[in-house]
């Protein structure tokens, strides 16, 4: 065997596969066909999070990509090739295919011969690519995606975004900021559908009050243009832009890996099935990242490079996939979720505290109002609902609600009584006490609210 382990993918899970890997001892190759950092780095968290700064801080156009780029080159810089092999990971750009379940033929550049390299650990973390909707005419329009929209130089006048997710609805509202006349499509009855129906409300009502153009429950059915411009046709109505951003989700990189010579299993999506400990139906083999269709994040694709590696290395008492997740959608304000939300809840003797931020000092300090806390827990075997039970989940919507979604997790992570949040002295005044008063509802009343029993499906409403 040439290596103890080969990573295939240099993004957030390969990189982190790989430096699991060398810790442990094992001699490691990365194989990437891009700079190591990956979308997150060149395309996806820094660029898209660095243009929505800039969009609110009131920087134009140029002046906005130019931070980007900066952005970009100062984050690239500490995870490059050479930081790399100076921590003992031996780098090789190429594509990579398998030849068998532990071959793999690299090419490394266009038309050259493979290198042929094997190990009895391979752990594949290629990624995914932007997804194009089988909407006749899209592809026969110039469109843009996370992968070409940072390379703009000119600033836009108007432009269409297809797709209400967190990618579309954060590039949206930072595209509007910066002067752009946007449309905002989604085809489900509202923006971001996966989360609290409050927070995707609130979020709609503020983009609407900025302008942007918010048209849900639309699907696109034919796409005509060229260099001058675009228009979407969706039901009774035609939308023009200058130029149309797709973001309607992604799909997993596995083109030309030949996972089949390898005996690896995907799923209906081109995902690679994995168990809890990321490997895959072949033996030595382990996928981690958004290639395998879990959570699309960088976190959880580091998280899960990580799991792979350990159980590569380990034969026993390998980690396992089961700690929460948060999430984050980047607008203004920010909506942070973990664990369920409450339209997802369906057993009985749930409990739901609502804290709006009006309602919290540092919110009212900072003339920031807008949002809310929801804290949901739920009963513990033998022990129901002392201590005001287990959380199951939360959603944060306001100003830092990226960073205090952490202390729910936390509890979730740690299984800690619920009360807990409550019971922990909090500075004030600080954004992080909305959850501290949040969760005091379940011990009774607190600032003239107590929670309440979750709001079951087929209940509808809203709080």
Known sequence: MDYDAIVLGGGAAGLAAARGATAAGMRTLLVTDGPP?????????VPSKTLIEAAADGLPFDKAMARVREAVAAIAATEDENVLRSEGIDILRGRARFIGRTTLDVDTAEGADGQRLSAPRVIVATGATPLLPPI?????????TT??????????????????????????????????????????????????REASALLTDVFRAEGIDVTTGATVESVRGDDSGVALRAGERTVTAQRLLVAAGRQPATAGLDLAAAGIATGERGEIRTDDHMATTAPGVFAAGDVTGRAELTHAAYAMGRIAAGAAVRRWRRPSWDAPIPSVVFT???????????????AARVRVAYLPMSEVDRAVTANATSGFVKLIAGPRRLLGNTGGGRLLGATVVGERAGELIAEPTLAMTSGMFTGRLAQAVHAYPTWSIAV????????????????RPARMPEAGGQH
Request: with cysteine.
């Open 37 to 45: 950092g990956g979308d997150c780095t060149f395309t996806g968290c």
């Open 136 to 144: 006749p005419g899209l592809t026969d329009v110039p469109t843009l």
């Open 436 to 451: 501290q008063q949040a969760a005091a509802q379940f011990f009774g009343e607190f600032g003239g609210r107590t929670a």
């Open 332 to 346: 203004d304000p920010e909506i942070a979720t973990v664990g369920i939300a409450e339209h997802e809840v369906t």
């Open 147 to 196: 992968d070409t929209v940072f390379d703009l130089t000119e600033p836009l006048d108007s432009l269409a975004v297809l797709g209400g997710g967190a990618v579309g609805s954060e590039l949206a509202q930072a595209f509007a900021r910066l002067g752009v006349r946007v449309t905002l499509i989604e085809a489900a009855d509202r923006l971001l559908p996966g989360i609290d």
